[in-house]
């Protein structure tokens, strides 16, 4: 058996899993609170994308160059993304909160395209090339063979965020706010949370999650259009359910699994069947266990 | 304190309550009894503005509040424990504590406080880092009247505090509520099946039937009145 290959095609798995996990976060936090499946997410990715790019774009015009680009982007990127999900949740979700469930599924699937031929209309529907924005890392040395510098940026800016994540869901007001209001949203308003304000805040979050995804990404596959929001959201809902939807740590897990059984299936079968193997596997788990990896049927005492 | 006027709340198209009025004093016990879906419940849900009247007014200390968000009823002192007892599940016996006094800011006053609620129910100081869901029904119930407390009410709001629980436990809630009403001068709104029970720690009480007050009356009166015996007292 050939190590160095089975090596390569893990981290590549474990690389392309974070990203799917990041996205599939969006996902399940929304989930979590209010279970909706927001379809749209995938397009605040693809819009993270974009804005990365025209930002990155503008810079590298104006002569300014180096590391700073990538964050400055980044963030730019970020601000923009959290304002559409805002903006997102109050025009398209908030109106339909006491509606039927089907009622906002139906209007997310509507934000979907219509933001899809948004950005298509005002951009274009062609493919653009994504600048190199990271640099070789030269400290790398030998295990460039595994990872690229571009693979351990995304890493590392994965890693951060999800540790950011988890301190700000564990230990801050707005995040005990989000678990109560996940927990019983009934409760949560007895005791003084504006879930309103929640339910933004959920996807203000998730959509910055979602653009930092969109800029990693990017940067690694070096190209962008309109439509990539569509397969990154379908890749990262399956990675969703197949942690347990509305389960944080499961996105996560849900991500790598994703990634890592991708990259083997193209790797060792033919990459020709890559998302065969995406869905295949979610077919498999939902028949095994239905709550995905981590859900579990929550049993409590009444 | 309380003055709930000509109040009607609907769920869709059906109305759950119809022109309910009530007065609750403060430094009173009131009770609320009834049946089963007569209303009582309904009735704490549109004081504390989770399912808001669509007619009538509710005054609080002579202000309306029948306007008002959930959230900013709590600010302003009137919480509920409501029915089924709603204890956060995932998160710790600590952390629901926490949540109760989500609107304050004095850390040195909350952790007094929490200090304060284990000292009257040890057992939670003793299950402090278990997740809530895993609670008995009793245990739930003194956790749920804690996190309320957490909130220092001005008014109390409290939904079948004694609902499937065993008799022993009943007693010392009810205890527990009137040493809440008379050492930290807390009123008292008390929605409760268990009318015996309630009447007897109550100073006034509500009849509700059919979404509507039908009778009122100092406690001790509708103790021995003849009607409450037969329908909620099965005497």
Redesign the interface.
């Known amino acids: 058996m050939d190590f160095q290959y089975l090596f390569e095609l893990l981290c590549g798995g474990v690389v392309k899993g974070s990203i799917y996990a990041l996205i599939a976060l969006g996902y399940t936090m929304v989930y979590g609170i209010i279970q909706l499946i927001n379809f749209a997410h995938g397009e605040i990715y693809m819009i993270g994308a974009f804005v990365a790019f025209i930002v990155a774009g503008v810079l590298t015009l104006t002569g300014y160059s180096g590391l700073g680009i990538l964050p400055l982007a980044a963030l730019i990127a970020v601000i923009y993304a959290a304002a559409y999900g805002y903006t997102l949740e109050k025009i398209a979700y908030r109106p339909l909160r006491n509606a039927p469930r089907l009622s906002p599924l139906i209007s997310a699937i509507g934000a979907s395209i219509f933001l899809m031929n948004y950005v298509q209309l005002v951009q274009t529907p062609d493919f653009l090339p994504f600048p190199e924005l990271v640099p070789d890392f030269e400290f790398l040395g030998d295990l460039t063979q595994f990872m690229s510098s571009v693979d351990v940026v995304i890493l590392a800016v994965t890693t951060v965020t999800m540790i950011a994540l988890t301190v700000l869901i564990k230990y801050t007001?707005i995040g005990?706010?989000m678990?109560?209001t996940q927990?019983?949203m009934?409760?949560?308003?007895?005791?003084?949370?504006?879930?309103d304000r929640v339910i933004s805040a959920t996807f203000i979050i998730g959509s910055v999650l979602a653009a930092i995804g969109g800029v990693l990404i990017a940067s690694r596959t070096g190209q962008i259009n309109s439509a990539i929001g569509f397969m990154a959201g379908i890749k990262a809902f399956t990675a969703a359910v197949l942690g347990g939807i509305g389960n944080i740590p499961g996105a996560v897990l849900g991500g790598l699994v994703l990634g890592v059984a991708e990259t083997f299936g193209a790797g060792y079968i033919s990459s020709a069947y890559e998302d065969v193997f995406a869905f295949g596997l979610l077919v498999l788990i939902l028949i095994l266990r239905p709550a995905g990896l981590l859900g579990k049927a929550?049993?409590?005492?009444? | 304190m309380l003055e709930v006027r000509n109040i009607q709340t609907y769920y869709g198209n059906i109305q759950a309550l119809k022109n309910v009025s009530l007065t609750i004093n403060e430094g009173e016990i009131v009770t609320l009894i009834g049946a089963n879906g007569a209303g009582k419940s309904t009735t704490l849900m549109s004081i504390?503005?989770?399912t808001p009247p669509r007619h009538g007014e509710i005054l609080f200390r002579g202000q309306p509040i029948h306007h008002l968000?959930?959230?900013k009823i709590?600010?302003l002192g009137i919480?509920?424990v409501?029915e089924?007892r709603?204890?956060?599940?995932?998160?710790s016996v600590i952390?629901n504590l926490?949540?109760?006094a989500?609107?304050r800011q004095d850390k040195a006053g909350i952790k007094q406080d929490i200090e304060y609620v284990f000292g009257r129910f040890p057992i939670l100081e003793k299950r402090r880092n278990q997740a809530g869901?895993?609670?008995?029904?009793g245990e739930?119930q003194m956790l749920a009247i804690s996190?309320a407390l957490l909130?220092r009410p001005s008014l109390l709001l409290l939904d079948e505090p004694s609902l499937?629980l065993a008799p022993l436990i009943i007693k010392h809630i009810f205890e527990i509520i009137k040493k809440i009403n008379s050492e930290s001068n807390t009123t008292v709104f008390l929605v409760e099946q268990n009318a015996n029970q309630a009447l007897k720690i109550a100073h006034r009480g509500y009849v509700m039937e059919n979404g509507a007050i039908t009778l009122e009356d100092r406690a001790e009166n509708l103790l021995s009145n003849e009607d409450v015996k037969r329908a909620y007292l099965g005497m």
């Open positions: 007001r005990k706010a678990r109560a927990q019983d009934v409760m949560a308003r007895l005791v003084g949370v504006n879930v929550v049993k409590q005492k009444v | 504390c503005g989770v968000g959930a959230e709590v600010s919480c509920q409501p089924g709603h204890i956060f599940p995932q998160m952390e926490e949540m109760g989500y609107l869901g895993t609670l008995s029904g739930q996190r909130a499937g």
